[in-house]
Structure formats: structure tokens, C-alpha cells
């Protein structure tokens, strides 16, 4: 009688033991005072591990979203935390996030065998709201300009109407 070896059908175990062995290194090396401790790090951290389990279980269109996100997100937020651009902390770094979010969609729609134009529409959207809300913040361009620009609203519907009706 033979007896069969087991298998894992997943690499899931083997992923979570070693986010788990990830997260306590880093508040282990926190609490040991041996480095100071930024906890987006944390974050990058988890984001390459699951790119890098994507890239071997090829599974890197259906992961790399979320892995983006994670790396993009851990980056803004440690931008946040370890550099002088952000005095107001959170509150100034916010559209940086929204960027991070269209930036994993473009890559999302990279890396997806289907490439459909709403991943890459709403990526592009993303970045350019994302950017334009950053120069508010940092008053590049005053609330009182956006005002007086928002009166012409109308020809942003007529031009997408005839967008619509060219595009056929």
C-alpha cells in the first residue's frame, strides 16, 4: 500500500506564516530598539510580499492591484511621516493617495491579459484628480479660480455629447 505525499494545494499557508513572521520581525526589531520604526514600512512590506507570491504562483494580473496598493499607500504614508513636505501631515498628503489608487490601476490594466478601457479610463481620472487636488492643497490654484470655472459647466456637457457623437 502506497501511501501518497501530501501536497498543498495553495501556497496561502505558506503566505500567511510568513506575513506573520514579517509583521512580529518588525515590532519585534521596534521593541528591541534597533532601528526606528516607521510602520508604512509595514505595509511596502506586505504589498512586495504579495507581488512577489503573485510572480510565482503567476498569478500577477489578478494580484497586482492590491499588491500595488499596498506598496503605493506604505510610500505616501511614510513620505508623510519621514520627509518635511508634509507639514500638515495627513491632511496634506491625502491626494497623493487617490494617486497611489489610479496608479494601481494602470497597472492593473497592464498586466491583465483583458485589457478593458474602464480600468485604464478610471486610472488615468484617478492620477489627474489625484495631482489636481494635491495642487489645491499646496494652493497652486486658489478655490476662488476653480469658482469662476465651474460657472462654464454647460460646455463640459455639450463637449462630451458630441464626443459621444463622433465616437462610433
Not at 11 to 25: D, E, F, K, S
Not at 62 to 90: M, N, Q
Not at 109 to 124: A, E, V
Amino acid at each position: 500500500m502506497a501511501t501518497k505525499a501530501k501536497t498543498k494545494d495553495s501556497g496561502r499557508p505558506v503566505t500567511a506564516a510568513l506575513m506573520l513572521i514579517l509583521i512580529g520581525g518588525f515590532f519585534l526589531v521596534d521593541r528591541m530598539n534597533l532601528i526606528e520604526f516607521h510602520w508604512p514600512l509595514l505595509l511596502i512590506a506586505v504589498g512586495v510580499l504579495l507581488l512577489i507570491f503573485a510572480i510565482r504562483d503567476h498569478k500577477v494580473a489578478a494580484e497586482i492591484f492590491p499588491s500595488a496598493l499596498f506598496i503605493l499607500v506604505g510610500l505616501v504614508l511614510y513620505a508623510e511621516r519621514a520627509t518635511p513636505w508634509f507639514h500638515g501631515g495627513l491632511s496634506d498628503a491625502w491626494p497623493l493617495l487617490i494617486v497611489a489608487i489610479g496608479v494601481a490601476n494602470l497597472l492593473g490594466f497592464m498586466f491583465s491579459p483583458k485589457k478593458g478601457k474602464g480600468q485604464l479610463i478610471s486610472g488615468i481620472v484617478m492620477i489627474l484628480l489625484g495631482f489636481f487636488f494635491f495642487l489645491v492643497v499646496f494652493e497652486y490654484i486658489m478655490w476662488s479660480d476653480i469658482s469662476s470655472v465651474l460657472t462654464w459647466w454647460p460646455v463640459l456637457l455639450v463637449g462630451v455629447g458630441i464626443y459621444l457623437l463622433i465616437d462610433k
